[in-house]
């Protein structure tokens, strides 16, 4: 089992950053793929990024590719999301998600993660 917890959401401007943070309870972390994702009111959670293992391969979505940075820290079994030029569409509540793999993978697939956090709220004022 494996337990998620989420932190550093708020409230910031438009063009301010934010980094959130992932802590995981794992005994072995470094086989878990780490994943963002985010659902935004009256839409469907969607996905904003991924990172390996090993954190040698990251994944983004298009609508934040180049504003969004995933990171990963397996000494403390935690992932970050720092997020710049937030945008006002960047709002919405954010999730970690977890999977294991026997390799080192990532997926961008909401289905294929087995464990999730309680979330975060971001929003961004305009």
């Known amino acids: 089992q494996v337990q998620l917890v989420e932190s550093g959401g708020g409230l910031v401007q438009a063009g301010g950053s934010l980094r959130l943070s992932c802590a995981a309870s794992?005994?072995?972390?470094?086989?878990?793929?780490m994943g963002w994702f985010r659902q935004a009111p009256g839409k469907e959670r969607e996905f904003v990024a991924t990172?390996?293992?090993?954190?040698?391969?990251?994944y983004y979505a298009d609508s934040v590719k180049g504003r969004f940075t995933i990171s990963r820290d397996n000494a403390k079994n935690t992932v970050y999301l720092q997020m710049n030029s937030l945008k006002p569409e960047d709002t919405a509540e954010y999730y970690c998600s977890a999977r294991y793999y026997t390799g080192d993978y990532a997926s961008t697939r909401e289905y294929e993660y087995d464990y999730w956090g309680q979330g975060t709220q971001v929003t961004v004022s305009s």
């Open positions: 794992a005994r072995t972390f470094s086989r878990l793929a």
């Open positions: 990172i390996t293992g090993s954190g040698g391969d990251t």
